[in-house]
């Protein structure tokens, strides 16, 4: 999962709240610039099992802004990257 903040300090506070309470367990990854030179937080995220990847992204939507959450699945290394 990709967030893209104005305000670093306050977007991860929020995000924090939100995975705490609808993950199974979360990872911060990184903080860096994006190719656009932005800041993007990086979390690698594992979902509990009756939580859909839409319903988290749709929460943290709600608490970050709809232009800020991104959901990507973790590509495996076993199955070649798909």
Not at 20 to 35: H, I, L, M, Q, V
Not at 48 to 64: F, G, N, V, Y
């Amino acid at each position: 999962m990709e967030l893209w903040p104005v305000d670093a300090p306050e977007v991860s506070d929020n995000c924090h709240s939100v995975l705490e309470s609808r993950t199974k367990r979360w990872t911060f990854e990184n903080d860096d610039r994006g190719a656009d030179g932005l800041p993007m937080l990086t979390y690698c995220v594992r979902l509990k099992k009756r939580t859909p990847s839409e319903s988290l992204l749709e929460a943290l939507q709600e608490h970050l802004g709809r232009a800020l959450a991104e959901y990507a699945p973790k590509r495996s290394e076993n199955n070649g990257g798909q």
